[in-house]
């Protein structure tokens, strides 16, 4: 029911960013124990405040931690799952102090103040914990604990008291494992025996190699199982005292496998092997891709690109995906009996905590599932949100560049005849993840005002096997700027997009490739300038100074993706945005927040520099109190709102109730 023509970008919408900022809830890390389903949110309204939440069975939903209190992890700064349900209560990571706390009787009247578990560092957030398990005992919590001190930074794995001994004195909490880099998923066996470990040291990312050890305990001698150099190996879970089921990626794709601990130097038994994904990078630690149910089926989130929830039998390798109305699962499942508690969505359903109950093995009847909680609980008019298609589009080299297309939507509104849409690419970060078809209402913000949007899964996202992740080793800065170029240019020479309103946007890596297209990626594409707006969410602009600045977790993360320094300090020059600012570079919107220690500030204020003295045409936001990724309701709305106003400005559209971003230079 078109009701009013009007040029695209210029199109009235009911969604604002205030309804994106609602959307930012962050539903993650969901635990099922019983009846009740644990998970923990995160709420912009309340200045990016990380809740604990739980839901029994008379579905009444209670916040169990209140504010001020903040449960989340620094650790790799990316954190992961931040609390442990305990029998009387939880314990969590507390953001201010990084110190560990244990609450009692929670939700309940009569509950007691968070307890410490931990000492108060001597330096500020100095020991910080995550990937929480209960100790064989009951009596401690066993963890993974990253140590800054003396200007290093160490980690182990860790017993800490439940009684709440360690919080006065520090050598309380007892080193089990240590020596290597990293560690991830501590593992008890079902009889207290053994523990079981993934580990990796630098310059290696989790993706590229690790090592599943595991050691009698209280003798702490190790033996690899599995992994290496060139083998990612996640998500240890025991099956008996005796043998693990394990993620590994040693047939090109991370599939699951039996390790049988009683047969030294055997093969592992894959599990229905296939060319899909049964697992995801580990960027958060507590990540778990399946889960065993209580008659030994696995729960499993698998697929190629995108996900679906399936059953396997570990016996016969039988998967059977289960029907229900979700089209993406993220890649953390909790199980209880046959009931799995995990979170999903699709192109017309947001982000939800959902309890699915799986029926037994053979029976007719479907799945059951109950949503507990969705990002939105209200949403706009379907009608005005994109549909999106996926697209494998020709790359460079005959290549597949992977992508999901999301044109203007409005039902009320249509453009001018022979009018073309501008369309935004939108670059994922990482560079190792990937995006999926899933409602986020950021993407209708910009699609029911006339802007379509390309979002490229670009060769090294993550979602469709090594080979795929690994044409970026090396060629950070090359493969991506060619591929999201290539999409860009494929809507427009289809007769879709409008070839000379072309934008490109990305947050923290997506920053990167997004600035590299449009300084010495233009160069390399020898075909002029093909975008003419881009965005920086915190991007990385000076190679060197990334190296040398960012945290510890990626630290070394550019060995992989250019090369190792010094060796390969002449493509460090060669690729990086900094330097290579000149008349063909179109104007740029920069947005950063202070307190970030991943992507610094002075990596956006490099380029600004460098934009400010070619004379390029730009505008360069800030966010106190902003980390890398925006969490604040009014850094959403006012982040969104200046990206609009920038896009119209170069674009030739002024958005309806938008204020203005002021450019500088030009």
Known sequence: MVTETAPYGEWPSPIEGADVARMRVGLSFPVITGNHVW????????????????????????????????????????????????????????????????????????????????AAPGEQAADRFADFVLAPGGDEVWCVRERHAGGRITRAIVAVPLDGSAAGRADAVQVLV???????????????????????????????????????VGEWQHWVIMGGDRESVLAPVWRDARSLYVVSDRSGWWNLYL????????????????????????????????????????????????????VLDPQTGQLTDLD???????????????????????????????????????????????????????????A?????RAEQLAGPSGSVVHALVYPPANPAVAAPDGELPPYIVWVHGGPTSHVVPRLDLEKAFFTSRGI?????????????????????????????????????????????ADGKRLGIRGPSAGGWTA??????????????????????????????????????????????LIGPLPECGALYAARAPVGHVNARTCPILLLQGLDDPIVPPVQSESIAAEL???????????????????????????????????YGQIMGFTPPGVPPVPLTGG
């Not at 903040?70 to 954190?79: I, K, S």
């Not at 594409?525 to 990385?540: H, I, Q």
Request: aromatic share 10%.
């Open 39 to 118: 998970w923990q949110e995160t709420r912009p309204s309340q200045g990016g405040r990380l809740a604990v939440v739980r839901q029994g069975p008379d579905g009444v939903r209670q916040d169990l931690l209140p504010a001020p209190w903040h449960a989340r992890t620094r650790v790799h700064e990316y954190g992961g799952q931040s609390y442990l349900p305990l029998s009387d209560g939880f314990l969590f990571a507390n953001f201010a102090d990084q110190r560990l706390y244990r609450c009692r009787r929670p939700g309940l009247s009569g509950a007691a103040e968070p307890e410490p578990l931990t």
């Open 178 to 216: 240590s020596g290597s880099d990293f560690y991830a998923f501590p593992a008890p066996s079902p009889d207290g025996s053994t523990l079981a470990w993934i580990c990796w040291n630098h310059p290696r990312m989790p993706w590229d190699g690790t090592e599943l050890r595991v050691a009698a």
């Open 259 to 310: 390790a049988d601990l009683a047969e030294p130097g055997g093969a592992p038994r894959p599990l229905g092997p296939r060319e899909e994904e049964f697992a995801a990078p580990l960027w958060q630690l507590g990540t778990y891709p399946f889960a065993v149910l209580g008659d030994g089926r696995l729960a499993v989130s698998h697929g190629a690109g995108s996900s679906r929830l399936g």
């Open 324 to 382: 229900l109305p979700y089209q993406a699962f993220s890649p953390w499942l909790s199980a209880s009996g046959r009931s799995v508690a995990t979170t999903a969505g699709g192109p017309a359903l947001p982000l939800s905590v959902v309890r699915v109950d799986i029926p037994p093995t053979g029976a007719a009847q479907p799945a059951g599932v109950s949503e507990l909680r969705r990002e939105a609980e209200t949403l706009p008019d379907p």
């Open 384 to 388: 005005y949100l994109p549909a999106p």
């Open 452 to 496: 379509g949007i390309i979002d490229v899964n670009y060769g090294g996202s993550s979602g469709y096997g090594r080979a795929y992740r690994e044409r970026l080793r090396g060629q950070w800065g090359v493969v991506d700027v060619a591929d999201v170029t290539t999409a860009a240019l494929a809507l427009a020479e289809a007769g879709e």
């Open 515 to 560: 600035l590299a297209a449009v300084t010495s990626g233009i160069e390399a594409a020898d075909r002029g300038a093909v975008f003419a707006a881009a965005v920086s969410y915190y991007g990385v602009s000076d190679l060197r100074g990334f190296a040398a600045q960012t945290h510890d977790f990626e630290s070394r993360y550019l060995d992989g």
């Open 612 to 646: 400010a003295a070619r004379g390029i045409r730009y505008a360069f936001m800030t966010f106190a109190g902003e980390s890398h990724g925006f969490r604040k309701a009014e850094s959403i709305i006012a982040s969104l709102e200046a990206e609009l106003s920038f």
